[in-house]
């Protein structure tokens, strides 16, 4: 085969572009390759032909964040799901973030991408998971859908996992408002729930609920309590001192965020030690997948037999 004809190792790019806003999708994880508009990027890019770096800008499902130790029990049974986090012992953000999702239309300004989950050892329910990448006048709106193929219930969950870009600063200069008033305490070792506390715990390091400089915090942690417009549109915005920011808005259909300053061993910029941070809309908690761990309502959604279930997001410009 001419290595020129090769499919990218990020998987098949589909590129949208509509008055100065370019959207780069690989469908290796119906992943947001690129985001950028006005000429600067609004998201961490990776090229096309890179495997893509972890998870940055995957499509999670059908859970988002992890599930600790990878076990779980959902209706009475206990399961186990294979480790895919091994540095810290947990399966981490689904089964869907490695598969190739075929194209199933397309055209300047949308793409939607399939994807069925099969059923396994650790997952065994079949699910047909959709979603679209839609252009707005200056971002991109991902909209996941999915339909439960099985005769049983079925658990489920969904986010992404884009890393936002508010300008050229470096991230310790960026402004952060989060308009959350609780957060999931865990461990520092393995990141496993503790408690569903206020953000006054630690409010240097959680409390954002009016937009300061995230200064050298480190935070990966899932924020509930938000705050909502009129619409039901909860939003999270990261500025640049030098004017430029990014707004991420998701509906009521996520009650919780992730947010990730990205630090990474070794601090190296070059291969995205705090580069951006990530902000990620979930359809549930961290562990909510197991029914027996955490002693607080976590978002978990329950899939009847042919039941739909619909979550979607906005990348934009602030």
Do not use: K
Not at 117 to 138: K, Q
Not at 217 to 228: E, N, P, Q, S, Y
Not at 262 to 281: K, M, N, T, W
């Amino acid at each position: 085969m001419d290595p020129r004809m090769r499919t990218p190792r990020s998987g098949t790019r589909i590129d949208l572009r509509s008055d100065g806003t370019m959207v780069s999708i690989a469908s290796i994880g119906a992943s947001l390759r690129s985001l950028r508009t006005d000429g600067r990027d609004l998201v961490v890019p990776f090229a096309a032909d890179a495997i893509r770096p972890g998870f940055r800008g995957a499509t999670l499902a059908p859970w988002p964040n992890r599930v600790i130790d990878g076990r779980y029990r959902f209706g009475g049974v206990e399961r186990q799901l294979a480790l895919t986090e091994p540095s810290r012992g947990h399966a981490l953000h689904g089964l869907a973030t490695w598969r190739d999702w075929r194209v199933v239309g397309s055209d300047a300004t949308s793409v939607e991408l399939a994807l069925e989950i099969e059923p396994s050892d650790g997952y065994p329910w079949r699910l047909d998971v959709r979603t679209t990448y839609a252009l707005t006048a200056r971002g991109v709106t991902q909209h996941v859908r999915v339909e439960s193929l099985d005769d049983r219930r079925a658990p489920w969950g969904t986010g992404p996992h884009p890393y936002v870009v508010a300008g050229p600063s470096p991230l310790e200069a960026w402004t952060l408002e989060l308009p959350a008033s609780a957060v999931q305490t865990v461990t520092d070792d393995r990141l496993v729930p503790v408690a569903l506390e206020d953000v006054s715990v630690d409010a240097e390091r959680f409390d954002f609920r009016r937009a300061r400089v995230l200064g050298d915090v480190r935070i990966d942690h899932a924020f509930t309590g938000l705050a909502r417009d009129d619409a039901g549109m909860a939003a999270v915005v990261v500025r640049d001192p030098a004017g430029t920011g990014v707004e991420v808005r998701w509906d009521a259909a996520c009650p919780w965020v992730q947010i990730h300053t990205a630090d990474l061993p070794g601090a190296d910029r070059a291969i995205g030690h705090r580069a951006g941070l990530a902000v990620e809309p979930m359809t549930c908690a961290p562990g909510a997948l197991d029914e027996d761990l955490l002693g607080y309502e976590a978002g978990l959604v329950t899939l009847e037999p042919g039941a739909v279930h619909e979550a979607s997001w906005t990348i934009a410009a602030a």
